[in-house]
């Protein structure tokens, strides 16, 4: 089932008892955070959050409901992406790699169906007014502070929008980017937009700056489920994330013309926020920030976007999420990444059986991977091509096992790897760019990596010794132990 709006997403929660929907007021000062924490923490991520009467941080009531984690369970994120399985959209996409041109006419034929899917999925632009227009602030207008943005730790440096999709477009290709990232609230017309220097908003923003342009921004809240996914999606600069979510739907992603800029936004987005950025202004103070490492992100400088129009449905809901120590919701949409992008990542590293990057690991400093190995150092030379891809070239530790280990059992994974290795023999270090984030590195955003080759080893390796075989029970033993389980009481 294809979910168009974030108002629909939140009823199909609710009708399969995935929602608590809070009636009493709730102040988004803290609170609000400390309850969603609280929740997330619960076995499988707990339930997705509906607050009827947000207090805003000025201590009135919201005009508008807060929806929270929303994507924060592993069924919520295969129900927000139509799929019972997070594994059949990779099967989408290895389908679609792995086209051949068939021979014979009717078989030609049946291949049509799929390369007209590919057809069917560039976001349309809609006229008259969308959903998203409904309302507009303009001018004296617009006010922020009527917005329910949240602080969610007590250092933060302010309230936060922490759920946008912020729609820029590359000044030299006009490639459009849509990507998340936390936007702190500096007034009632003023935002601080943490751009870390390694995601393309920040590159349209220096390219922009060295023009001397002002940047045009939209930030979109809510939106078809898909759309929100995507912009937390690690895609190549040149790969449109309304495309991609239109790839995910099955169908195009609506947009309308913004209010006051030359950007699209989506249609059916719950609100959106418009502005720009001047280049020649000073940059601003953003943070600190209670962050996904678990740890306060510094306070630093970064641009200030000045809001020229809110735009939103009758009707809106405002997302939200938080980050903080794991697990958390963000677990779940890096989850959706790993199976997403696990077939595009085997074309460029076929060996790869699989790959899984641990709650507690934060995405970039620990990833598990299981390979096909085939012959000696093949483990070094997969170490090497992940940190080559894209935002895994921020991994801090890379561990690499034996293709039968199920990576995604965190202890398994640990249990097989602190078994195959020699800590001298089998640690392999090197110097590479480190997340924005990563407070322990040497300096700023650079320092070194780890992987371990946890791999069995090989005589051209230098192992002179047999290597054991993992215990497992014979087929026929487990065969008559199934027959007889039944009736030993021990089921509980």
Known sequence: MTLDTLRAFVDALDESGELARITRPVSLDLELCEIADRVMKQPGGGKALFLEHPVLMTGRRSEFPVAINLFGSMRRMAM??????????????????????????VAKLALLPRLLEVGRFPPRLRSGTPPSQEVIWRDGDVDLDRLPLMKCWPEDGGAYITFPMVITRDPKRGIRNVGMYRIMQTGKTTLAMHWQRHKVGAAHWREMADRGERMPVCIALGADPPSMYSASAPLPPTIDEFLFAGFLRGKPVSLAKAVTCDLEV????????????????????????????????????????????????????????????????????????????????????????????????????????SIRKEYPGQAYKVMNALWGQGL?????????????????????????????????????????????????????????????????????????????????????????VDAIWSELGLER
């Not at 290895?94 to 086209?99: A, H, W």
């Not at 962050?291 to 400088?301: M, P, Q, V």
């Not at 009758?314 to 999420?321: D, S, V, Y």
């Not at 392999?428 to 040497?442: C, E, I, N, Q, Y």
């Open 392 to 480: 895994m070239s921020l991994a801090k530790v890379l561990v690499v096992v034996d293709h039968w280990v199920n990576v995604r059992d965190t202890r398994e994974a640990w249990w097989v790897a602190l078994n195959n290795i020699d800590p001298e023999r089998d640690a392999r270090f090197t110097m590479g760019p480190m997340d924005v984030l990563d407070h322990s590195s040497r300096t700023f955003t650079y320092g070194s990596k780890m992987g371990l080759d946890a791999t069995r080893k090989l005589p051209e390796e230098g192992f002179t010794r047999e290597w054991p075989a993992v215990i497992e029970m014979d087929a026929e033993t487990k065969r008559k």
């Open 80 to 105: 927000s992406l139509g799929v019972q399985d997070l594994d059949e959209i990779g099967a989408r996409i290895t389908s679609l790699l792995e086209m051949k041109v068939p021979e014979g006419f």
């Open 266 to 369: 989506p249609a059916e987005a719950d609100f959106v926020i418009e502005g720009y950025i001047d280049p020649a202004e000073a940059l601003v103070t953003e943070g600190p920030f209670g962050d996904h490492t678990g740890f306060y992100s510094l306070a630093d400088l970064y641009p200030q976007v000045h809001v020229t129009a809110i735009t939103m449905r009758k009707e809106p809901i405002f997302p939200a999420t938080i980050v903080g120590r794991p697990p958390m919701e963000d677990f779940y949409l890096g989850h959706a990444t790993e199976r997403i992008f696990l077939p595009l990542l085997k074309l460029t590293i076929p060996e790869i059986v699989d790959y899984h990057m641990p709650a507690e690991g934060i995405f970039h400093n620990l990833v598990f991977v």
